[in-house]
DNA sequence: ATGGGGGCCTGCCGGC
DNA sequence: TGCCGGCAGGCCCCCA
């Protein structure tokens, strides 16, 4: 479920107990995820210690004593599970096996992180730390919104003439690297832009608002994510997905909450996908 | 080149 | 209670 809000929130949970942290031994339960493994991973990670944990849009990525960098990518279901981690003072076992943890990482700190991932949209890869971002994942991506790169400039180059609906182009992973259905549909809605509209005649005053936008939401949701994580999930083991007031994501029937609208949100299909928004706010 | 749809998996929820 | 369809926060790949 993760978009790139809970991917930062995932990475930085993982911050205390894997940065610095040697890899005692790596469980790999399966062949493969979306993907095959690398060969021999297991082997790969075992005894490397974690020199840096970073992230690129939704990849997490550990730089690895080896030279080499494992990639995560968490699908739609994939989570990590801190385990044994000295937590508040208290010491937390770890939980039974429980289906679907297809990696399992037994830090030499004591904690062990598990990869549990349902349906499998998950993925990880190894490969040299040294030019990294040239992996076939990484190399498509477009700039991180949060960063300098994404300007009104680019945005505006980057939709100039394209015959897609605005809806469509923010999710492309090519554009800008890190939204997800979630945070497009919220985007939009603040951003006063029917899902629907094609690109090419988005205007400038509109582009110019998106892009604050787009570092709003997204900020706003890895603060919301890092304030829970303080409480019961840390407690809990578990490195939750953020809970967040959405506006109109899944809010489909209910009324708008722009004060003085009202209306009652829609939802439209767009390349299969759900489109939350309201009528009213959004042209 | 660009845009749209299918497909990958499992789980959950609502309706009958 | 069980079965079934629809839906899910991702993204690659193929087709027109």
């Known amino acids: 479920m993760p978009e790139l809000p809970e991917v930062e929130t995932v990475r930085r949970g993982l911050l205390p107990v894997m940065e610095g942290q040697v890899i005692a031994r790596a469980q790999v339960n399966r062949p493969d995820l979306r993907w095959p493994f690398p060969l021999g991973m297991a082997d790969r990670l075992t005894g490397a210690r974690v020199d840096a944990l ?3 849009s939704k990849y997490i990525l550990a730089d690895l004593s080896t030279g080499e960098t494992l990639l995560v990518h968490l699908g739609m279901s994939g989570r ?12 937390h076992d770890h939980p039974a096996p ?16 598990t990869f549990n991932d349902a349906r499998r949209f998950g993925a990880m890869d190894l490969m040299p730390t040294a030019g ?37 182009a923010l999710l492309d992973q090519h554009l800008v690297a890190g939204l997800g259905n979630i945070y497009v549909c919220e985007v939009l809605f603040r951003a006063g832009i029917h899902p629907a509209r094609l690109a090419r005649d988005v205007t400038p005053e509109e582009m110019a608002r998106l892009v604050p936008l787009i570092r709003a939401v997204l900020a706003e949701a890895i603060e919301a994510g890092g304030s829970s994580l303080k409480d019961y999930r840390q407690a809990d083991g578990e490195l939750g997905y953020f809970q967040h007031r959405f506006r109109v994501y899944d809010r489909e029937g209910q009324p708008c909450l722009t004060p003085g609208c009202g209306q009652v949100l829609h939802r439209i299909v767009q390349s299969g996908r759900s489109s939350f928004f309201c009528p009213a706010c959004q042209r």
């Open 54 to 56: 970073r992230r690129r």
């Open 80 to 91: 990590m599970l801190i385990s044994g981690a000295q937590v508040g003072g208290f010491h």
């Open 98 to 113: 429980a289906k679907h943890d297809h990696v399992v990482l037994d830090m030499a700190g004591g904690a062990r992180v």
């Open 132 to 168: 990294a971002e040239a992996h076939p994942l990484l190399s498509v991506l477009g700039p991180e919104p949060l960063g300098n790169d994404f300007h009104e400039d680019y945005l505006a180059a980057r939709l100039r003439g394209r015959a897609t609906p605005i809806k469509s």
